[in-house]
């Protein structure tokens, strides 16, 4: 795979281990931040989440969910079932023809091509898993690798043949 499809894959497979993950937290870790000034790891996965939605819903006119914000506590399984939807939604409609989406921001409306919003929520996604895993490991706790989410491990997941020999 040599297109936007391998990037999807990879992170609604990675979206779903850090969740997995984040099943070890007790309530207390969930509350932790980086700096006061930064999102508590319930702030962070559920922005994970809902921005991912908010993606899906910019280019698919779906809704993933209903009546849900940053600062909830959103029970971990209702986050599985959410982003999974999501990025089930965006990777679907990654192989449509680009277009511009106008959609509303702060009253104003933003138009952006198809494409900068489904590679954004590839970024977005990276950017804040790696906030989580820095303030877990911040605060002494080691349950999550980057490097086990990498590229390099759902190649080896996906069953890739990674070698000229095969």
């Excluded at 910019?58 to 809704?63: P, Q």
Aim: glycine share 4%.
């Amino acid at each position: 795979m040599l297109n936007q499809e391998k990037l999807l894959l990879h992170m609604a497979w990675a979206n779903q281990f850090v969740l997995a993950k984040l099943e070890e937290l007790n309530e207390a870790d969930w509350q932790l931040k980086l700096t006061l000034e930064d999102w508590s790891i319930q702030e962070l996965t559920n922005h994970i989440v809902l921005a991912a939605g908010g993606y899906a819903q910019r280019i698919s006119g779906e809704w993933v969910y209903e009546n849900l914000n940053q600062e909830m506590v959103i029970p971990l399984a209702d986050l599985q079932k959410y982003c999974g939807k999501a990025d089930e939604i965006l990777r679907v409609q990654s192989h449509k023809p680009d277009s511009i989406d106008t959609y509303m921001r702060a009253g104003l409306p933003i138009e952006r091509s198809r494409s900068t919003i489904i590679s954004q929520s590839i970024h977005h996604a990276t950017e804040h898993r790696a906030q989580i895993s820095d303030t877990l490991k911040v605060h002494g706790i080691r349950i999550l690798d980057l490097d086990e989410i990498d590229l390099w491990a759902f190649s080896d997941i996906a069953g890739e043949i990674n070698s000229p020999n095969g």
